[in-house]
Protein backbone atom coordinates (compact mmCIF):
# COMPACT_ATOMS: atom_id res chain seq x y z
CA UNK A 1 0.00 0.00 0.00
CA UNK A 2 1.03 3.28 -1.08
CA UNK A 3 1.87 6.32 1.26
CA UNK A 4 -0.93 8.34 -0.33
CA UNK A 5 -3.47 4.85 -0.19
CA UNK A 6 -2.85 5.17 3.44
CA UNK A 7 -3.07 9.16 3.64
CA UNK A 8 -6.74 8.75 1.75
CA UNK A 9 -7.75 5.63 4.03
CA UNK A 10 -7.27 7.73 7.02
CA UNK A 11 -8.88 10.88 5.23
CA UNK A 12 -11.90 8.68 5.16
CA UNK A 13 -11.93 7.30 8.63
CA UNK A 14 -11.51 10.71 10.14
CA UNK A 15 -14.07 11.92 8.45
CA UNK A 16 -16.94 9.37 8.71
CA UNK A 17 -15.88 7.94 11.93
CA UNK A 18 -16.08 4.46 10.80
CA UNK A 19 -12.97 2.42 11.76
CA UNK A 20 -12.40 -0.67 9.07
CA UNK A 21 -12.26 0.86 6.11
CA UNK A 22 -9.65 -0.72 3.81
CA UNK A 23 -9.21 0.03 -0.24
CA UNK A 24 -11.83 -2.68 -0.79
CA UNK A 25 -14.60 -0.79 1.46
CA UNK A 26 -17.71 0.40 -0.88
CA UNK A 27 -17.80 3.43 1.44
CA UNK A 28 -21.22 4.18 -0.49
CA UNK A 29 -22.92 1.26 1.27
CA UNK A 30 -25.83 1.12 3.20
CA UNK A 31 -24.00 -0.42 5.69
CA UNK A 32 -21.77 2.56 5.99
CA UNK A 33 -24.77 4.55 6.59
CA UNK A 34 -23.29 7.70 4.53
CA UNK A 35 -26.40 9.00 3.33
CA UNK A 36 -27.67 12.00 0.70
CA UNK A 37 -26.02 15.90 2.03
CA UNK A 38 -23.67 13.87 4.49
CA UNK A 39 -22.62 11.99 1.33
CA UNK A 40 -22.14 15.34 -0.48
CA UNK A 41 -19.95 16.76 1.78
CA UNK A 42 -17.52 13.57 2.21
CA UNK A 43 -16.90 13.91 -1.57
CA UNK A 44 -16.50 17.20 -2.04
CA UNK A 45 -14.25 17.41 0.97
CA UNK A 46 -11.88 14.50 -0.61
CA UNK A 47 -11.91 16.22 -4.01
CA UNK A 48 -11.10 19.36 -3.11
CA UNK A 49 -8.24 17.79 -0.44
CA UNK A 50 -6.43 16.32 -3.06
CA UNK A 51 -7.22 18.74 -5.89
CA UNK A 52 -9.76 15.70 -7.89
CA UNK A 53 -12.11 17.17 -11.04
CA UNK A 54 -15.18 16.28 -10.25
CA UNK A 55 -17.56 17.37 -12.89
CA UNK A 56 -18.20 14.24 -14.33
CA UNK A 57 -18.94 12.69 -10.76
CA UNK A 58 -22.69 12.03 -10.62
CA UNK A 59 -23.02 11.58 -6.63
CA UNK A 60 -26.10 9.53 -6.20
CA UNK A 61 -25.65 6.82 -8.62
CA UNK A 62 -23.34 5.57 -6.00
CA UNK A 63 -24.45 7.18 -2.48
CA UNK A 64 -28.35 6.50 -1.63
CA UNK A 65 -30.77 9.13 -1.17
CA UNK A 66 -33.87 8.34 1.27
CA UNK A 67 -37.33 9.12 0.82
CA UNK A 68 -38.48 12.51 2.34
CA UNK A 69 -41.29 12.71 1.08
CA UNK A 70 -44.11 13.63 3.43
CA UNK A 71 -46.06 10.25 2.98
CA UNK A 72 -43.15 8.85 4.20
CA UNK A 73 -42.59 11.07 7.05
CA UNK A 74 -46.04 10.92 7.99
CA UNK A 75 -45.90 6.93 8.77
CA UNK A 76 -43.98 5.76 11.51
CA UNK A 77 -41.06 3.72 9.12
CA UNK A 78 -40.02 1.39 12.06
CA UNK A 79 -43.28 -0.27 11.97
CA UNK A 80 -43.33 -1.14 8.39
CA UNK A 81 -40.72 -3.25 6.77
CA UNK A 82 -37.25 -1.94 6.10
CA UNK A 83 -37.14 0.45 2.95
CA UNK A 84 -35.28 -1.48 0.08
CA UNK A 85 -32.99 0.99 -2.04
CA UNK A 86 -31.88 0.42 -5.34
CA UNK A 87 -28.26 -1.42 -6.12
CA UNK A 88 -25.77 1.49 -6.54
CA UNK A 89 -22.57 0.56 -7.84
CA UNK A 90 -20.04 0.10 -6.02
CA UNK A 91 -17.15 2.66 -4.89
CA UNK A 92 -14.23 2.08 -3.12
CA UNK A 93 -11.23 4.32 -2.85
CA UNK A 94 -9.30 4.23 -5.86
CA UNK A 95 -5.85 2.48 -5.77
CA UNK A 96 -3.11 5.15 -7.16
CA UNK A 97 -2.03 3.05 -9.69
CA UNK A 98 -5.76 2.43 -11.05
CA UNK A 99 -7.16 5.57 -9.99
CA UNK A 100 -9.87 7.34 -12.31
CA UNK A 101 -10.45 10.68 -11.09
Known amino acids: MTKLEVEIIEFFKSSTGLKNINLDTNIASE ?3 I ?5 EDLMESFFKKYNIDYSDF ?3 KYFIYPDYSWKTLIFFR ?3 KKEKYPIKPVLTIPRSSKSKF
Not at 35 to 39: M, P, Q, S, V
Open 31 to 33: ECE
Open 58 to 60: VID
Open 78 to 80: PFF
Open 35 to 39: FDLDA
